[in-house]
């Protein structure tokens, strides 16, 4: 069942002009409107993506189906989107929601970190993990992620945001190119030096029952892709055939000109070697130092 939207706080960025509500069960989300600028299907892709993303264990907003009412559309003026041209309220019915990252209690969230902070964030291994989902549902755009932590914490972790141009955004098509579906910094992908730095993730996707994809399409309003029943058949089906292409998909990223894994098949005590190399002043020293 759908969690019914309660009021309207503010307006997003972004291209879906997503609006930030407060639901029935206490929480915010990010709501995206079926009749948003870019398709209607990025609900769909949402909240695919984003569940599948969460079965394998990776760091995603919880998300739901959202129902919002004509009355609360009526009676809340912010509730628009503008086509350029115009300027159109907001639809009624159900729409997809994603729990705002750190909710409404005091913290910290940012959408871009310095390198100094980037390096240290909790979970940075699993930007790895989520090239894993964004190379096998065709993730059209760069990866997004926000980074949060709570008072008087020290580093952020990330949380990956933002699934709606999964399989291609509207079209559902795979249409898999090198660059695409990755983070716009190398440094996130320092730690990759083989195979075993996309573990436990990548086995999880190969592995997965096609039973549990499945039930997560079934999730997925008809009104979401215009209830044609085939069309999101035919996606689940060739989500499942792809699993046996990601490592492929992966290689030809790690092959590419933007040689995003620098560190592929070099032990860890030799990363570590150039992450903090020895002065040149230390041959010169002799004793002990006090």
């Not at 993730?139 to 945001?161: D, L």
Request: with cysteine; aromatic share 10%.
């Amino acid at each position: 069942m759908a969690v019914l939207a309660t009021q309207a706080i503010r307006r997003m960025r972004g291209g879906a002009q997503s609006h930030l509500m407060l639901a029935s069960d206490g929480h915010p989300y990010v709501v995206k409107f079926q009749n948003n600028p870019q398709h209607v299907r990025v609900l769909a892709n949402e909240l695919l993506a984003t569940r599948l993303a969460e079965a394998v264990g990776l760091s995603v907003p919880a998300c739901d189906v959202v129902e919002v009412t004509d009355w609360l559309i009526e009676n809340s003026k912010e509730l628009s989107l503008d086509y350029g041209h115009s300027q159109a309220p907001c639809q009624a019915g159900l729409q997809f929601g994603s729990r705002l990252v750190g909710g409404l209690m005091p913290g910290q969230v940012v959408d871009y970190l310095p390198e100094e902070g980037l390096i240290e964030v909790k979970n940075l291994s699993e930007f790895a993990g989520m090239l894993v989902i964004d190379k096998w549902t065709c993730n059209s755009n760069g990866r997004q992620a926000v980074f949060y932590k709570r008072p008087r914490e020290k580093r952020y972790t990330a949380t990956f945001i933002d699934q709606g141009y999964c399989f291609n955004a509207g079209e559902w098509k795979f249409v898999d190119a090198p660059l695409r579906g990755v983070y716009a910094r190398n440094l996130a992908y320092r730690g990759v030096t083989g195979w075993d730095s996309f573990e436990p993730w990548l086995s999880r996707v190969e592995d997965l029952d096609p039973q549990n994809v499945w039930l997560i399409a079934e999730l997925i309003p008809p009104e979401w892709y215009g209830g044609n029943l085939t069309d999101i058949e035919i996606l689940v089906e060739q989500l499942l055939e792809r699993r046996n292409r990601i490592r492929e998909l992966i290689t030809l990223f790690r092959e590419s000109s933007r040689e995003p894994f620098p560190n592929w098949m070099k032990a860890e005590k030799d990363m570590l070697g150039r992450q903090f190399p020895e002065p040149k002043w230390a041959d010169t020293i002799r004793g002990p130092i006090m």
